[in-house]
């Protein structure tokens, strides 16, 4: 599949639109299921100003699965949300910050090693500018201060734990029996 997300086959001359057979809505509600559960489970450090969401690890799976991580992920994201209990804006802003960073993650990401560590760098920079932007407004902080804890949580969660779980997973191969 090219670079296009809603395209399949032959995009040059209109081709298909991409479909979400079986196992991609299965893929979707798993991502979906595991980062609802992990951010809720884990909700002392995965709330407020500074916080290490262990759940976006999985983040950058989004280079390996695509357009069904990336969509599982930010419903998750919105299920935890609403238990977090921070409002709305949370609500909606974290579901938008993780589709838009697991989306950037899955272009920059194809290639090579370096390739997809520059992707979880854009992932983390999308969380951080995002969430620690719209949580300093929440908390009444200081931006520096949003943006400090969301970034530091960040490169934890996505650039070494996500990032060593992705090379994992592809150096194992187990995700070509998925994907």
Known sequence: ???????????????????????????????AGLYAVGVILLAPVSFGVYQVRVADALLPLSIIFGLPSAVGLSLGCLVANVYGGLGVIDIVGGTIANFVACILAWYIGKGGFIRRFLGT?????????????????????????G?????????VAINIL?????????????WKNVN
């Open 147 to 155: 943006l400090f804890g969301i970034f530091v949580g960040s490169i």
């Open 121 to 145: 760098i854009a992932e983390t920079l999308t969380i951080t500018v995002i969430v620690g932007g719209y949580l300093s407004l929440i908390f009444e902080v200081p931006v520096e201060a």
């Open 162 to 174: 996500g990032f060593a779980l992705e090379e994992g997973l592809r150096r194992s191969g187990i």
């Open 1 to 31: 599949m090219g670079l296009h997300p809603f395209r399949h086959k032959n995009p040059g001359v209109g081709g298909e639109k991409l479909k979400f057979g079986s196992k991609e809505v299965a893929l979707t509600a798993g991502f």
